[in-house]
């Protein structure tokens, strides 16, 4: 009797054990211990939000419905749940990554950033605001990827303390660099500036993003992710500020705006050719190139497979018109409102995309069907479906 007790005892402790060690997360396994990210809206975790002054008018994107699909209240994220970042982090086992910007700090009143942390600030440029300045466009807010460089250069020295520790630490990060470049065209096209003289300086901001790839790489980087643009066209803000009575402007298949998409692509095109040339200059790093437009592309061609059953241009969140977007409102104040079903939608406020949206941008970064290298993140690891 006492010996079958002992026994069942000893089962049921040893089936805990192995409740208890079988890994929750399979991407346990994955080779980053970190992620570091760099970019603009479509990657920021919170930054904007606590760079914004205390006024007693909140942005418009520290209101309801941002935030409603996941974390059920506004962070900062310009979607109504998870960015890309999110997913990369989840399916690496690595908690959502913070803001630099913020405020929560650990027990010695100090931040630890040794799983990673967010750089990316909505509206945040390529280009320093010197050249903006020059052409006359303002922007708010002033962060561009030099002052994301240099908070990264001001946060080493917390993780560590010397160039071989820095190597050895950096050596096993995932260093997102965008998406980034997308501002230093939106400021401009909604400035009026002409389309031909914004195509003359997308080298000098492909540039830019190469000259920051390299810096990172020379502080230890071995691994880099770099997003291109989305189809800009097929962009509810854009669609909407763009109207146009001539068909021919408009792809058929899909509803995008041709011009702006063709412009989406040369940028790619660009970027493409820089980091083959960087991936030259630096054989033993591994930078890879995350196809954020072909991506994107499937959702504006078959946006019902795909579960977008309201379609993939008009924004969930809005205050009517065509597209669901009027640029004199934005999502968060009256007299807009959310949709019904967020998860229905791939536009969520006119330039951003829903969670289910990005959720579909992560799946084919992790899964390698939108990279040009593998990741090696294990892709079974990435819930599709939570
Ligand atoms: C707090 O953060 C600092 C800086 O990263 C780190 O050295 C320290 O170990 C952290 N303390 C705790 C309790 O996490
Ligand atoms: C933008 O930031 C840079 C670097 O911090 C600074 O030199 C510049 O004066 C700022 N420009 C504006 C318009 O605030
Ligand atoms: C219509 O758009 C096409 C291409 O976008 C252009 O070539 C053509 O000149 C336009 N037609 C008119 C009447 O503006
Ligand atoms: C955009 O919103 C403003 C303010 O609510 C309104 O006056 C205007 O008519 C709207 N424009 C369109 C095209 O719906």
Redesign the pocket.
């Known amino acids: 009797m006492a010996s079958s007790v002992f026994i069942v005892t000893m089962l049921l402790s040893f089936l805990f054990l192995l409740l208890r060690t079988s890994p929750e997360n399979t991407a346990a396994a994955a080779p980053y211990t970190s992620l570091f990210s760099f970019g603009d809206s479509l990657a920021d975790t919170g930054n904007l939000l606590h760079l914004s002054p205390e006024t007693n008018r909140p942005p418009h994107f520290a209101l309801p419905p941002y935030g409603e699909t996941f974390f059920h209240t506004p962070t900062g994220r310009f979607s109504d749940g998870r960015v890309v970042i999110d997913f990369i982090a989840d399916s690496l086992g690595l908690p959502f990554l913070p803001p630099y910007v913020g405020e929560e700090k650990n027990e010695s009143g100090r931040r630890n950033f040794g799983q990673g942390v967010n750089f990316a600030v909505a509206g945040a440029t390529a280009l320093d605001d010197e050249f903006f300045k020059k052409i006359g466009v303002h922007l708010t807010p002033n962060i561009s990827l030099d002052c994301q460089l240099n908070w990264f250069k001001e946060m080493l020295p917390t993780i560590c303390h010397s160039s071989s520790e820095c190597n050895e630490f950096l050596k096993s990060s995932l260093v997102v660099v965008g998406e980034i470049g997308g501002n230093d065209y939106n400021h401009a096209f909604l400035g009026g500036i002409p389309t031909d003289f914004i195509k003359s300086y997308v080298s000098k901001v492909v540039s830019k993003i190469g000259s920051v790839i390299h810096e990172l790489i020379g502080l230890g980087a071995v691994t880099l992710l770099v997003p291109g643009e989305l189809p800009k066209g097929c962009s509810a803000a854009y669609l ?1 500020t763009y109207m146009s009575s001539n068909q021919t402007d408009y792809d058929p298949e899909t509803g995008c705006l041709n011009w702006l998409n063709d412009f989406a692509k040369y940028h790619n095109s660009l970027l493409i050719n820089e980091l083959n040339h960087l991936q030259e200059l630096h054989p033993h790093a591994t930078i890879i190139y995350a196809d954020y437009y072909n991506a994107a592309m499937q959702f504006y061609l078959t946006p019902d497979k795909l579960g977008f059953k309201e379609g993939a241009l008009v924004a969930c969140c809005g ?3 065509p597209y669901n977007f ?4 934005q999502c968060g104040y009256p ?1 807009t409102k959310g949709c019904a079903d967020p998860n229905l939608y791939a536009n969520w406020d006119g330039m951003h995309l829903t969670e289910a949206a990005y959720k579909w941008l992560a799946h084919g970064i992790l899964t390698g069907a939108y990279t040009n290298k593998n990741l090696n993140i294990i892709s079974s690891s990435f819930k599709a479906t939570s």
């Open positions: 909407a205050a009517g018109g009027n640029a004199s409102v007299p």
